[in-house]
């Protein structure tokens, strides 16, 4: 099956910095999503994205298809935006959601 | 106006016994899923429903057992619990694509708040 990697597994950033998370896949997808696990343990909807740019607030993200990797953008950083950022993709030839394993991210004031 | 609702939210309950979880969503798709998460926070597919049809069933115990009275509703009973099916469930629901009716998969996913599995 489709493989997921997303990194880094872990980080630490202060109010206001800018990060970048980085979502590699190992086969063509139909379907790319970004998602927030909050503090609480929900799984909040950020991006789908199989290709393209989006854009929502501080939030944004680009998937490079061709090139089997999406970024995702946190700019401005708050401390609500800690949690787990989770990539998961379905592969053109399959039908499951698979998901990477996180990246960790603490934003401290 | 919850989009995909889950009960309990919590369960903690004894080794051996038989629970259920229950989803609903009132967003009019068609298919549903289940996810575990694991301690590690990985998330996994458990079983996928097409308007009341099962379409996946991953390699999961057979204890588990989905239900899916209509479209709107997957229900996940767990039968003998054991240690190791703590954990949090997570429903999710989405669209078919037109004409694309087994790859409703690939339509954005919306999920439940969870629910966490505790067995004693």
């Known amino acids: 099956g489709i493989q997921v990697e997303q990194s880094p597994p872990d980080l630490i950033l202060q109010e206001g910095a800018n990060s970048t998370l980085r979502c590699n896949f190992s086969?063509?997808?139909?379907?790319l999503q970004w998602f927030h696990q909050n503090p609480w343990g929900q799984l909040i909807n950020l991006f789908y994205?199989?290709?393209g740019t989006k854009q929502n607030g501080r939030l944004s993200a680009t998937t490079v298809a061709t090139e089997r990797y999406s970024l995702l953008y946190i700019s401005s950083s708050q401390t609500t935006d800690s949690g787990v950022y989770f990539c998961?993709?379905?592969?053109?030839?399959?039908?499951?959601?698979?998901f990477g394993e996180g990246t960790q991210l603490t934003v401290n004031p | 106006d919850t989009a995909v609702s889950q009960t309990p939210k919590y369960l903690v309950t004894q080794m051996g016994n038989d629970k259920s979880i229950k989803c609903e969503q009132n967003?009019?798709?068609?298919?549903m899923y289940w996810y575990k998460q694991d301690s590690k926070k990985f998330l996994k597919i458990m079983f996928s429903?097409?308007?009341?049809?099962?379409?996946i069933n991953e390699t999961v115990p057979n204890r588990f057992s989905p239900k899916s009275p209509d479209k709107a509703h997957l229900n996940l009973h767990i039968n003998s619990l054991e240690l190791g099916d703590s954990a949090v469930y997570f429903c999710?629901?989405?669209?078919?694509?037109?004409?694309?009716?087994?790859?409703?998969?690939?339509?954005?996913?919306?999920f439940g708040p969870g629910t966490r599995l505790t067995v004693l």
């Open positions: 999710a629901s989405s669209l078919p694509l037109r004409g694309v009716s087994r790859k409703s998969s690939y339509n954005e996913q919306f």
């Open positions: 086969d063509s997808v139909n379907n």
């Open positions: 994205i199989p290709s």
């Open positions: 998961a993709v379905v592969e053109t030839s399959g039908s499951r959601l698979t």
């Open positions: 967003l009019g798709h068609d298919t």
């Open positions: 429903y097409n308007n009341k049809e099962l379409i």
